[in-house]
């Protein structure tokens, strides 16, 4: 059983910075990709970045060049760094490890809230 569990969300003003942790215990085999993704209250969750095994990344538009995703896998933990946080951005944080090679499985976190003041 894979665990995931994150770390590293809060309340900061607009403007801020924090980073989020995403570390993966249990029978983890082969990570595929890891990823964060968010909710805000009424919306649907929505993926923010995803890295592969190979370390290629991808962010939302609403992301690109304030946010950072990066990993590290002798910890099997993947980071989220965000800076220049806008209200907006408030959600709760998931992240998700997608698991094996040819077969694939999902695992999310429990979340995390980040709150940003204006």
């Known amino acids: 059983q894979v665990q995931l569990v994150e770390s590293g969300g809060g309340l900061v003003q607009a403007g801020g910075s924090l980073r989020l942790s995403c570390a993966a215990s249990?029978?983890?085999?082969?990570?595929?990709?890891m990823g964060w993704y968010r909710q805000a209250p009424g919306k649907q969750r929505e993926l923010v970045a995803v890295i592969t095994s190979g370390g290629s990344t991808n962010y939302a538009d609403s992301v690109k060049g304030r946010f950072t995703i990066s990993r590290d896998n002798a910890k099997n933990t993947v980071y989220l760094q965000m800076t220049s946080l806008k209200p907006e951005d408030t959600a709760v944080y998931y992240c998700k490890f997608v698991l094996g090679v040819i077969t694939t499985y999902d695992r999310w976190g429990q979340g995390t809230q980040v709150t940003v003041s204006s």
């Open positions: 249990g029978s983890i085999g082969s990570i595929n990709r």
